[in-house]
């Protein structure tokens, strides 16, 4: 293969980033044949990654695309009889059935689900099946799941969510061990926050800002401690 | 016709408002200016005024729209009633859907819809101030805006409209140029790939200036395409002391 | 309904337990605005133009003005009309399509606002061209582009900004032939004063100036009125299920005269043009 970009250059959509046969494609990519040749060009604004045989983009704006496995943060927007409506940001509102919320039987003559979850209530929860041709499914089962009841709701661009994480965590323990907050993230673009104080709530949003907007750039781990290091004087 | 014919060029051969034949406007672009919307541009186009917000891939309303192999694209071309000379009732007119459908079709060629099955994606145009060029503008600044809202893309769309003054070829009509010339050309297109997604034109042209018509717009959208393209990255302001690093070793 | 429109437990959790305590989301205190800036005379095609950056909210109104004929009732004055419309460029959850309730009551309060307070004088020669025949119909039109909350100060400011720096075109009037032509030269819009608007919204039993989007989603009433540079009260709206006590109406009203003076303010100064026709440019 021909390489024409180097490794973490910025493209748009539509740049040629390599020609020949035998390149795999990562994400980011589509491949096109042209005068019987194939080339490898970017669909999305990102960094271009370039692995032993393969290239690909990795995006710096993007929606989010449910995987199965994911956890992440939902709001309900319908409760119906027996399953609620949760708002996922994404292109497909996930469907919750009962039982993957309660692990007794649901009385639905007795019982009503707005006494289980309610219109508005926030959730952390786990996709459990989706295969883009029906809405997601999702459950409340497993460890940690629950409906979230304190703490502030920010919604974040999805494709900085695995650099707010980091490397193995890194960066999301850094948050948390230098504010002693709370965080939760969900894959979706989704984070809710919660500390002791609006201020120290409001430094943790501001770093998590901070974050996204730097997302493309190397060293981020090592400006933001010492970002938080400098604004928690200020607290 | 002779009278208006030379009237818009000026003894020096160049046009009224001090161009050269194949000289573009001033185009100023860019990215991320809307905070609701999920993409979007602002863009300045001689004296046009365009913006642009992207909302998707995102569930369909009403339902029974939905495609079950592949999203829709809606697009909503306006004009805003003080962007024209008289003032335009706020109602959709006959061009703004006939302008909405055509640029509608050249993102269609762009976009991987059969990547989001039952999803919309939605392109609202608004011209705040029209000066001719409207729609050719108007799919360059969709483009950075479907961009921006990280919709998987081909490539971008890349507009400009050529059209004949003075019995001369001339490259982006201004208003003026467009109501009193003797024809207008829009072509627009992935500048990447070569294909061509917009052609249109009314007035009178012979097959030769056709030719020499679609090659000068071409040549332009090359130049818009630039433009388009450091725009779009210009959001990605490079931090003293670091280089491009999205950490994607550390996932 | 989309499913943005649904105001999250946290967010309306998060808001409600701050106002108990006196605070506000952003920081700001119960009878603060936010940062307003006004953009004057940036569309060309317009004869007068203003972009509002209110807060998050950004909204854009331009004035048309055209010769027609009086309204039969009102045969000696001009006429003023203001459109709005709620862009779905402003929010996911505003839907194309014609002009909602919302829409329609931002319109008419804005309107309203601005015709009670007597600021356009109708019966003025340059307004009423030829009385009974031709006089100036005056559009205002105020686009929507972001939205931040308290869209109607914001779309009142900037319709009022407008105003301030429309110019119609001189006329040569005919009156034999009861014909008028149109000259090349402009002169300004004539005005007495001006005017803008205040918003007060309730959450609980908490009350406040200018609410933010996330404010503006919780809410549950709004008031709103329109005050002249003279003090007078010209037009008022209380919107939203919610409801108000005689008292918290009258320590409402009470605030008016100093908030309104700094919007009044960024009038007069958007309406002082170093040069005749300058344009602005503007930005997001």
Same mark, same amino acid.
């Given at each position: ?102 692990? $007794? ?28 041709? $029906? ?7 497993? $460890? ?62 501001? =770093? ?17 401690? =010492? ?9 | ?251 | ?24 989301? !952003? ?201 002249? !540079? ?55």
């Amino acid at each position: 293969m021909t390489l024409l970009v180097s490794k973490n250059q910025l493209v748009v959509p539509g740049e040629v980033l390599a020609r020949g046969s035998g390149v795999d494609v990562a994400g980011g990519v589509y491949r096109k044949k042209v005068k019987g040749e194939t080339e490898i060009i970017a669909s999305m604004i990102g960094l271009v990654k370039i692995r032993k045989d393969s290239v690909g983009v990795v995006p710096l704006e993007g929606c989010y695309i449910p995987l199965e496995g994911d956890i992440i943060i939902g709001k309900i927007v319908r409760v119906g009889i027996t399953s609620w409506n949760v708002d996922i940001r994404g292109p497909y509102v996930g469907a919750l059935r009962v039982n993957s919320v309660l692990d $007794r039987d649901f009385d639905s003559l007795r019982e009503s689900l707005e006494e289980v979850l309610n219109f508005g209530d926030i959730i952390k929860a786990q996709i459990t099946y989706f295969d883009r041709t $029906r809405d997601p499914v999702l459950t409340m089962q497993g $460890r940690g799941l629950r409906k979230i009841t304190h703490g502030r709701l920010i919604d974040v661009d999805p494709v900085k969510i695995p650099r707010i994480i980091g490397k193995k965590g890194s960066m999301i323990q850094l948050l948390k061990n230098m504010t002693n907050a709370q965080i939760i993230v969900g894959q979706n673009g989704r984070i809710v926050v919660s500390a002791n104080s609006v201020e120290k709530e409001n430094l943790v949003i501001r =770093a998590i800002r901070k974050i996204e907007a730097e997302a493309h750039t190397s060293g981020l781990t090592d400006r933001i401690r =010492a970002y938080l290091e400098e604004e928690k004087k200020n607290l | 016709m002779t009278k208006e014919k030379t009237s818009l060029l000026m003894d020096d051969g160049r046009r009224l408002d001090g161009r050269e034949l194949h000289e573009l406007r001033p185009i100023t672009m860019q990215s991320s200016v809307l905070d609701r919307a999920d993409g979007s541009c602002y863009l300045t186009w001689g004296n046009n005024k365009i913006i642009c917000a992207v909302y998707g891939p995102r569930e369909l309303h009403p339902k029974h729209l939905a495609k079950p192999d592949r999203a829709i694209v809606r697009v909503e071309y306006r004009l805003a009633t003080f962007s024209v000379n008289e003032r335009k009732s706020p109602a959709p007119r006959r061009r703004e859907y006939e302008l909405s459908k055509l640029i509608k079709e050249s993102l269609d060629a762009v976009l991987f819809l059969e990547k989001f099955p039952n999803g919309t994606i939605d392109v609202y145009i608004t011209v705040l101030d029209a000066d001719g060029g409207t729609r050719c503008a108007a799919l360059t600044a969709a483009s950075i805006a479907l961009a921006d809202a990280g919709i998987p893309m081909k490539g971008f769309i890349t507009g400009c409209a050529v059209g004949k003054v003075a019995d001369k070829m001339v490259v982006d009509l201004s208003d003026v140029e467009d109501k009193d010339g003797q024809g207008d050309m829009p072509v627009a297109m992935n500048f990447n790939t070569g294909e061509i997604t917009l052609l249109q034109c009314d007035g009178e042209f012979t097959i030769e200036e056709v030719k020499e018509g679609l090659s000068l717009a071409i040549r332009a959208i090359g130049d818009v395409y630039k433009l388009q393209r450091e725009a779009v990255l210009a959001k990605y302001t490079q931090i003293e002391g670091t280089t491009n690093d999205v950490g994607d070793e550390e996932e | 309904m989309r499913s943005e429109e649904i105001v999250g437990v946290l967010e309306k959790q998060y808001i409600t337990k701050l106002l108990e305590k006196g605070k506000r989301a !952003d920081g700001r205190k119960f009878l603060e605005g936010r940062p307003v800036q006004i953009i004057p005379n940036v569309i060309k095609k317009a004869e007068g133009s203003a972009m509002v950056k209110w807060g998050e909210t950004v909204i854009l109104a331009g004035v048309k003005a055209q010769l027609g004929s009086p309204f039969p009732d009102t045969p000696n004055d001009g006429v003023i009309t203001v459109n709005a419309e709620i862009s779905p460029i402003s929010s996911p959850t505003n839907e194309s399509g014609p002009p909602g309730p919302r829409t329609v009551e931002l319109a008419r309060v804005v309107d309203r606002g601005i015709r009670e307070s007597k600021i356009m004088p109708m019966k003025d020669p340059k307004l009423c061209v030829i009385p009974g025949k031709k006089v100036w119909i005056i559009f205002i039109d105020v686009y929507i582009l972001d939205d931040g909350g308290n869209l109607i100060d914001a779309a009142a400011l900037g319709a009022m900004a407008a105003l301030a720096n429309t110019r119609l075109r001189k006329v040569v009037i005919n009156e034999d032939l009861e014909e008028v032509t149109l000259l090349e030269e402009t002169e300004p819009l004539p005005r007495n004063g001006s005017v803008a608007s205040l918003t007060f919204a309730k959450i609980n039993d908490s009350i406040f100036y200018d609410p933010n989007l996330l404010e503006d989603r919780g809410k549950e009433a709004r008031f709103s009125f329109a005050m002249t !540079d003279k003090g007078i009260i010209c037009s008022m709206q209380k919107g939203e299920s919610g409801v108000f006590t005689e008292e918290e109406f009258t320590t409402i009203l009470d605030q008016g005269a100093t908030l309104v003076a700094p919007l009044l303010e960024k009038i007069e100064e958007c309406s002082q043009f170093p040069e005749m026709n300058e344009m602005y440019q503007f930005d997001f």
